[in-house]
RNA sequence: GCCGGGAUAGCUCAGUCGGCAGAGCGAUUCACUCGUAAUGAAUAGGUCCGGGGUUCGAUUCCCCGUCCCGGCUCCA
């Protein structure tokens, strides 16, 4: 008998040939929890997940994969989207399949039917789903050629397509192709066959896997919706119909995600923006454009103050520039070619077109081309909170998250080659002092997006030498960053900066940009020391990104209860009757005096409703005055969020705290 | 732009199997003068998204458009 031998940490046992990663598992008594799969290192150091039941081979190294880790759950969220199309072949049937890769927080099948799921449907496939996971089938793994694949997959045209696409050499990043082959080399298909307890096989895929044992082993799911979504993403492809659904390794962990998606609604941006009179979005103004009512105008101003302070602080210098300019400029500027079906249409007046700005780039060039500029002007900072407008396609438009008109805290740096570095280290160092003021703590991604494959322009030195300082910057910077290969803009690249709202969603807010393009077609220069003209680089920057962006989801990620020093409104006074309104305006004005924003609630009404009132409209301090405290000039103080009150808080003393809390422009918490 | 779902009072929503539309909150007025999350009463408020069609009659059914929502694609 052939004995095969397996590690795990540093144990070692000998097992029989054809041994699983299971049996190895428990022969080296690895497990410690819930395991959905293992993580299998061959002796040539490949490491891969792999099945519980498939075989080891001689000389791996295993380890468990658990339930409640994210490759874990992705393994879960794959299988349970196997079950899903299981479904919808029994209740649907020439249902044609497509691909059902795990994603964040849950996974998705896309399938060709003859007409669109209802939400209805969605029920029926649930209820079909349970029954499949009753049947305890179990996923069994099996090695095809590409022949036998093409035949067995003949009625389904997704899944030939994969098929070939993957021999031709064309790398699918989707779960469900198989690994991408070498070239040259014959790629193995490998098919998933559900299988019923009595061995007949119920329903089967091409896929990479790997996957759970058995239905019986998903815990809990629940699909979410359907929706539209072009075969292999692409515009040119047939419309597929997509179902989303989520699972996780116990009930108590998907009522967890699904309160979590229902606390994301309560948050809604836009919903805020009417409760809490921030934004005004009516229909009359057109879509993707909005209104700051005074209590979002407020914070805005918080947020632009903060920005022009700091700007200014840090060497850039300011300029304003119109809203439209003439068509030739955009022509110019390239943006017509390369960006014209996101501008508005011209409007034409004294035999010229003018046109709105998508960008404020030409205007600063314009600035920076007022006159000859000097090496000793470099690097040369231009800012601006620029407004923008984008024709942006009509299903794209989402609240102020993505809008068509929006204001950008805009600045274009122009420099030398060798100062890039270091300005762009700047603005991420900058970026991140902003993001901690605005109460959204470190960045939590940090990408450079390298030269895109389609269109671009510029030379090959010159994508390098900007790629790279990118990434020498974001080294520097102290982060780790990854690469979105071929993400970058058509004219050079860039490095996007995300960060985590308070319930863990991420946002793309900055971007720092470098730009070969303009600098070129513009033929601007400098005289340099050695008295010649040189072309200067131009680094794109929006910290922000947009403020109507930031804005949205700063309200979102506090629940629209600002921080005190952004606010609108920061101190409500709250007499507890009539009697002592005098002295409740004396507090207001006391307050006023030293820059707070306080209301003075005087008007009828009990004062239970008025402490009610002023909760729901997050005021960060309510204080209620009577007669002890008239007399003892102190106040009650109740800050929001709270049903505790801090009671004969002398009045110059909480001024003075708050004064300087407000002063510090910080988050209370950070 | 594409797929699907929507639009009724300022907001959240009910309703009409086709017969001139309702609640709660909010607003206004009056009464109440109150010690920490809703005092009571009254009043006002609607082209039931817009246009066309079917019908004796359309907010309701059909078509077109606008806007919104969830995705796809695109992006700050």
């Not at 699918?172 to 070498?182: K, T």
Request: glycine residues 8%.
């Amino acid at each position: 008998m052939q004995s095969i031998t397996v590690h795990h940490a540093d144990a070692s046992t000998e097992l029989e040939a054809g041994a699983t990663a299971i049996q190895a598992l428990k022969a080296l008594e690895a497990i410690r929890g819930s395991v959905v799969a293992a993580r299998v290192t061959t002796p040539d150091g490949t490491s891969s997940q792999w099945d519980l039941d498939r075989e080891v081979p001689d000389g791996a190294r295993v380890a468990c994969i658990y339930a409640e880790t994210e490759e874990g759950r992705a393994i879960l969220r794959h299988s349970t989207a196997h079950v899903m199309a299981q479904a919808v072949t029994d209740l649907f049937p020439g249902a044609k399949w497509a691909i059902g890769p795990p994603v964040e927080d849950g996974f998705y099948y896309d399938f060709d039917v003859e007409r669109p799921f209802t939400p209805d449907d969605l029920e029926r496939i649930e209820a079909r789903m349970t029954e499949l996971l009753r049947e305890k089938q179990r996923f069994v793994r099996e090695e095809v050629a590409k022949d036998d694949a093409l035949t067995e997959f003949a009625d389904q045209p997704y899944k030939a397509e994969i098929i070939s696409l993957v021999d031709d050499g064309t790398i699918l990043s989707q779960v469900d192709a198989p690994d991408p082959v070498a070239a040259g080399q014959d790629p193995t298909f490998t098919v998933y066959r559900n299988v019923r307890q009595d061995g007949e096989v119920a329903w089967s895929d091409l896929c990479r896997g790997p996957h759970l044992p058995d239905t019986a082993r998903i815990p809990a799911f629940k699909l979410l919706r359907a929706a539209g979504a072009y075969w292999r993403g692409r515009e040119d492809q047939p419309m597929l119909q997509r179902i989303y659904g989520t699972a996780w390794e116990s009930k108590k962990a998907l009522k967890a995600h699904l309160e979590m998606i229902e606390e994301a609604k309560r948050r809604d941006h836009r919903k805020l923006g009417r409760e809490l009179e921030l934004t005004h979005q009516p229909d009359e103004l057109g879509p993707g454009l909005a209104i700051f009512l005074p209590n979002g105008a407020i914070v805005r101003k918080q947020m632009e103050d903060w920005i022009r302070d700091e700007t200014l602080a840090r060497g850039y210098v300011p300029v304003y520039t119109p809203h439209i300019a003439k068509e030739d400029l955009w022509r110019i500027s390239g943006h017509l070619e390369n960006y014209g079906e996101l501008m508005y249409p011209g409007m034409e007046v004294e035999n010229a077109s003018y046109r709105l700005k998508p960008m404020n780039c030409p205007f600063h060039i314009l600035a920076f081309t007022s006159r000859t500029r000097s090496y000793r002007e470099l690097p040369l900072r231009i800012a601006e909170l620029g407004t923008v407008y984008r024709y942006e396609r009509s299903g794209v438009v989402n609240g102020m998250l993505r809008a068509r008109g929006f204001t950008q805290d805009d600045s274009h740096i122009f420099c030398r080659a060798d100062q890039i570095v270091d300005e762009v280290v700047g603005c991420i160092e900058f970026a991140r002092d902003l993001y901690a003021a605005f109460g959204l703590g470190e960045p939590s991604r940090v990408a450079v997006s390298t030269r895109p494959e389609a269109k671009s322009i510029g030379s090959d030195e010159q994508w390098e030498y900007a790629e790279k300082a990118l990434m020498e910057a974001a080294a520097r910077s102290g982060y780790d960053y990854v690469i979105d290969e071929g993400e970058g803009a058509f004219y050079g690249p860039k490095i996007d900066i995300h960060a985590r709202d308070a319930i863990g969603r991420e946002w793309q807010l900055t971007t720092i940009q470098v730009d070969f393009n303009l600098p070129q077609r513009f033929d601007i220069s400098y005289v340099g020391e050695d008295g010649e003209k040189h072309q200067p680089f131009m680094v794109h920057r929006a910290l922000f990104g947009s403020i109507e962006r930031f804005f949205s989801v700063m309200v979102e990620s506090f629940n629209g209860a600002f921080p005190t020093w952004l606010a609108p409104e920061q101190v409500r006074v709250v007499p507890v009757a009539a009697d002592f309104d005098a002295y409740a305006g004396e507090v207001a004005a006391a307050l006023r005096t030293q820059g707070v924003r306080v209301h003075l609630d005087a008007a009828d009404g009990t004062l239970g409703a008025k402490i009610r009132d002023a909760q729901t409209s997050k005021v960060p301090y309510t204080l209620v005055v009577g007669s002890s405290e008239a007399e003892a000039r102190t106040v009650a103080i109740r800050a929001y969020g709270t049903d505790q009150q801090r009671k004969d808080v002398p009045l110059d003393g909480f001024v003075a705290e708050v004064a300087a809390e407000i002063a510090a422009k910080r988050p209370k918490d950070g």
